[in-house]
């Protein structure tokens, strides 16, 4: 998978088909709100995956939240395919996981 920096315009419709992320500094970020016994496999899975994909995102865990943000080291901190890509497969992992995507902050 190429680490090309993504326009605007396909970012843009990347994220119609990933409901609650959203940009924020340069990087695609979503919460998942999940409950505290549910966290930790839920970031096992996605870890796996993550090193399935050799693709890492920046993970705080804060309560029942885990939050992700992720952007292409490789390709000077743009966001590329990789990320669109392990943005979705997160996404996947949570509804097996009993995490529910949490709205944008307007904030
Ligand atoms: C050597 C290894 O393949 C690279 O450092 C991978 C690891 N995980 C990564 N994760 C992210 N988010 N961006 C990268 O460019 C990246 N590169």
Redesign the pocket.
Known sequence: MP?TPLTDDQIAKALEGLPGWHVENGELTAAYKSGRADIVPFYAAVAAAEDEA????RVTILYGTISFA?????AGGAITEKDTALASTIAALAAGHDATVTARSTG
């Open positions: 680490a050799d693709h890492h995102a992720l952007n292409t080291h490789d």
